[in-house]
Nanobody, 117 residues
Framework: VRLVESGGGLVQPGGSLRLSCAAS????????MRWYRQSPGKGRELVAA??????????NYDDSVKGRFTISRDNAKNTVYLQMNSLKPDDTAVYYC?????????WGKGTLVTVSS
């Protein structure tokens, strides 16, 4: 099983980034896919989630990113994305991809997003 995040980097406040998470080794379409983030001195927090189609296909967001971030998934490419707009310095964190299906729970190694002028 592999989850590989990409797309992180340095961006100015107000800018945009799109994170990608390429998955392999499991039935991607059956899993709920989530993006978490962790900033220095804080715990890991859930940013956004995209349910599988069989679970309703809904998306959910933390209040801090609603209206700015969009999670999407491409089951044909086994990839989940996080489009991040209107970035703020408080969005600076390592962003992790997570895949969940009942007791199965997989994590990527993360990608660093730094929002700074």
């Amino acid at each position: 099983v592999r989850l590989v995040e990409s797309g992180g980097g340095l961006v100015q406040p107000g800018g945009s980034l799109r994170l990608s998470c390429a998955a392999s080794g499991f039935t991607f379409s059956s899993y709920t896919m989530r993006w978490y983030r962790q900033s220095p001195g804080k715990g890991r927090e859930l940013v956004a989630a995209a349910n599988s189609a069989s679970a309703g296909g809904r998306t959910n967001y933390d209040d801090s990113v609603k209206g700015r971030f969009t999670i999407s998934r491409d089951n044909a490419k086994n990839t989940v994305y996080l489009q991040m707009n209107s970035l703020k310095p408080d969005d600076t964190a390592v962003y992790y991809c997570n895949a969940v299906f009942f007791a199965q729970n997989y994590w990527g190694k993360g990608t660093l997003v730094t929002v700074s002028s």
